[in-house]
């Protein structure tokens, strides 16, 4: 379960790390007012992912780890070079945060629905052990 857990590791070390790095100083929200925003945004774009399955299943997990790891590098460049606009750039944060949180609770969903459809009874309550043991474990190093 590396992609789940890389994905994890990923979007904790931006949540955790970087999100209080990134603000912007003289627009209408405070930077506490910015740093909440943030939460419900990535939190609305996990409920819409781990909403999804019945309309959507994924089965390249892989490819939101790579997705993540990119959103990792673009807010560690913000962070340290405040690259976009003071006034507009928040908006693109934003999107990017919500991307963030749908990447994280499709990739969450997605896991656990292939370890249901593709373990054997004798090894699904192992393999989904696994599974939470993997992103849990990545949460803790992020």
Do not use: C
């Not at 997705?67 to 976009?84: D, K, P, R, S």
């Not at 090894?123 to 599974?131: M, P, Q, V, Y």
């Amino acid at each position: 379960m590396i992609p789940l857990g890389l994905v994890y590791f990923f979007e904790y070390l931006i949540n955790q790390g970087l999100y209080e790095l990134v603000y912007f100083p003289y627009i209408f929200l405070s930077h506490s007012q910015q740093y909440r925003w943030y939460q419900l945004t990535y939190q609305t774009g996990v409920l819409i992912s781990r909403s999804s399955l019945a309309f959507i299943v994924i089965r390249k997990i892989y490819l939101m780890s790579v997705f993540q790891g990119i959103n990792v590098i673009m807010f560690t460049l913000q962070a340290v070079f405040w690259l976009l606009p003071n006034t507009s750039g928040i908006y693109l944060v934003f999107l990017i945060i919500f991307w963030e949180g749908l990447l994280g609770g499709a990739a969450y969903v997605n896991t656990f629905h292939r370890v249901s459809e593709e373990s054997s009874d004798r090894e699904r309550e192992f393999s989904l052990g696994i599974s939470s043991l993997a992103d849990s474990s990545a949460i803790g190093i992020a």
